[in-house]
């Protein structure tokens, strides 16, 4: 069965900094991955995702994740992060062969100004 | 173009009620998936579609929550004789290729 921790709850970050948040999964298969961001009382959008192919991938609103297999890590980045990303990220993989999606339990970004 | 809808948004239920929760895909999208999310949670797998059929039912936790999707576009949850423990924001979520999965709003429901 795969899992996915997401090793931080909360992350507090000031404006214009830059923000790492982690996430490391569990399988012995490939996988596909994916981080999405979950406003107040909205559902998921998705920011960026891992099929195949460079281990870097670019997303949505200036968000970049690195897929390292070595280390079964998916960690998010953001250069400089603005007041509108303080949101829910949730870090979820998928199995060749499984559509379903195993979420992480979040990560909490909050931007102070 | 319009994205995956959800109704009702909110829902309170008294327990032992059965509820209905409708999702319409993104139109074309031949996969659909339901999900359930707890409190301060991730979301959970609860059932899949292609099309009309459904391929996993894996993640359903009683055999109170029942899913259709007749016509292979709008889907339909149903729970049973709602107990408090069924709280939660409940996702549906459509897809073209399977894996890159387009959410809703969500419908948060209430057992009192």
């Known amino acids: 069965a795969q899992s996915v921790t997401q090793l931080d709850s909360q992350v507090p970050v000031f404006e214009e900094a830059p923000v790492e948040l982690r996430c490391n999964y569990s399988?012995?298969?490939?996988?596909?991955l994916f981080w999405y961001v979950q406003y107040p009382n909205q559902g998921l959008q998705l920011l960026l995702k891992y099929l195949s192919g460079s281990t870097l991938v670019k997303g949505i609103n200036g968000f970049e994740a690195e897929f390292n297999k070595s280390q079964t890590s998916f960690h998010l980045r953001k250069p400089s992060v603005h007041i509108s990303d303080t949101a829910e990220y949730f870090c979820?993989?998928?199995?060749?062969?499984?559509?379903?999606?195993?979420f992480g339990k979040g990560t909490k970004l909050s931007v102070i100004p | 173009g319009a994205g995956v809808s959800q109704s009702p948004r909110y829902k309170v239920a008294k327990r032992g009620q059965d509820v209905a929760l409708r999702c319409d895909p993104i139109?074309?999208?031949?996969?659909l998936f339901w999900y359930q999310q707890a409190l301060g949670q991730g979301p959970e797998f609860l059932t899949y579609f292609q099309n009309e059929a459904q391929l996993d039912k894996s993640g359903l936790p009683s055999d109170r929550f029942f899913a259709e999707r007749p016509e292979g576009s709008v889907s339909t949850l149903k729970i049973q004789r709602t107990q408090q423990e069924d709280s939660a924001v409940y996702l549906c979520?459509?897809?073209?290729?399977?894996?890159?999965?387009?959410f809703g709003p969500g419908t948060r429901l209430t057992v009192t």
């Open positions: 139109s074309g999208h031949v996969s």
């Open positions: 979820a993989v998928s199995g060749a062969g499984s559509y379903q999606l195993t």
């Open positions: 399988s012995s298969v490939s996988v596909y």
């Open positions: 979520a459509s897809s073209s290729t399977g894996y890159e999965q387009y």
